[in-house]
């Protein structure tokens, strides 16, 4: 029987050299240790925040291949396996379960707009080449489809391998439509707002935030998964505060370069973005403002969890 999985994954950067000329593998084992010593039961690679567009092949393949060694069990690992041209998915995805990772995320073919028959036909070629748990990757925003409920619980009831989806339609009432149509066979996880999420029958969390604030975003899914909704909200109302931050006069995933530069404030310097994605560096002063209101932020977040898991423990 396939392991079910939950809880809050995160979905990780790619560390660089200086210039991006390289993956920065120091920098990743250190990072990788810090996921684990935070709580993270998972983390997903090469997905958008890893710049999954940028990576070459041989990039690929050793950086899928050094992380699972590197972890070790110690954490779940998924792997990215997107790409617009099927027999490149399927390639990358039998690669990525020959190296040795426990599951595969997999957004649409993107830029060509596909159907819903040449999406199913998609994740079929996947799905006769592997055998690991996928999890679908729905984001309009960047694929330019949005796969709706019935497509999802088609999938789901087709192939024993899809069995997740992270839900970024930003249509949290998506969850409960996918539960229905897949009768009962897929495990939504949230792509944003985990309270709004959870309380719609999320199973689990693709965490960008975990690039910086680990701990907090890992405690808050723990909490939501108790429906300790209080305790989610003190921690959401905060997490909300970067997102404001960072979009304001931004482009949709001009976080990626702040994502960065927050790991590093935390103490794990992972590099900067590579093209086109605008780079922290070529923000100057203003980069470098927004972090200083955002580092606050952090702290704030480690002293709230600490009120709750004491208040908690004294409880008990």
Not at 26 to 40: K, M, N, T
Not at 44 to 54: D, N
């Amino acid at each position: 029987m396939k392991p079910t999985y939950s809880g809050s994954h995160t979905v990780t950067v790619t560390p660089f050299t200086p210039g991006g000329t390289e993956i920065d593998y120091e920098a990743w084992e250190g990072f990788l240790d810090w996921q684990v010593a935070s709580g993270v039961p998972g983390v997903i690679i090469l997905g958008t925040t890893g710049e999954f567009l940028t990576i070459t092949d041989a990039e690929r393949t050793a950086f899928v291949k050094k992380t699972v060694e590197y972890v070790n069990g110690r954490m779940v690992v998924w792997v990215g396996t997107m790409n617009a041209y099927t027999p490149n998915a399927a390639r990358y995805s039998k690669e990525a379960q020959d190296l040795g990772a426990d599951g595969l995320m997999i957004i649409p073919p993107y830029y060509y707009t596909p159907t819903e028959d040449e999406i199913f036909e998609y994740y079929r070629a996947i799905c006769e080449t592997v055998d690991l748990q996928i999890m679908l990757y729905n984001n309009p925003f960047t694929s330019n489809v949005d796969m709706p409920a019935k497509l999802v619980g088609r999938l789901a009831k087709s192939f024993e391998q899809i069995r997740y989806i992270k839900e970024a339609s930003q249509r949290i009432e998506r969850i409960h439509d996918i539960l229905v149509e897949s009768d009962g066979h897929m495990n939504p996880w949230a792509g944003q707002r985990v309270l709004e999420s959870y309380k719609m029958g999320a199973k689990g969390y693709v965490n960008p935030y975990g690039n910086y604030i680990p701990r907090a975003s890992v405690k808050f899914v723990e909490w939501a998964e108790k429906e300790r909704w209080d305790d989610v909200q003190a921690v959401q109302s905060i997490i909300s505060q970067f997102d404001t931050i960072i979009t304001d006069g931004h482009p949709l995933y001009g976080h990626q370069c702040y994502s960065k530069a927050l790991a590093a404030a935390a103490g794990h310097p992972v590099g900067d973005v590579r093209a086109p994605i605008t780079t922290f560096e070529s923000l100057g002063a203003e980069g470098r403002e927004r972090v200083a209101r955002m580092v606050p932020l952090m702290q704030e977040l480690d002293a709230v969890v600490d009120a709750i898991e004491d208040r908690k423990a004294a409880a008990e």
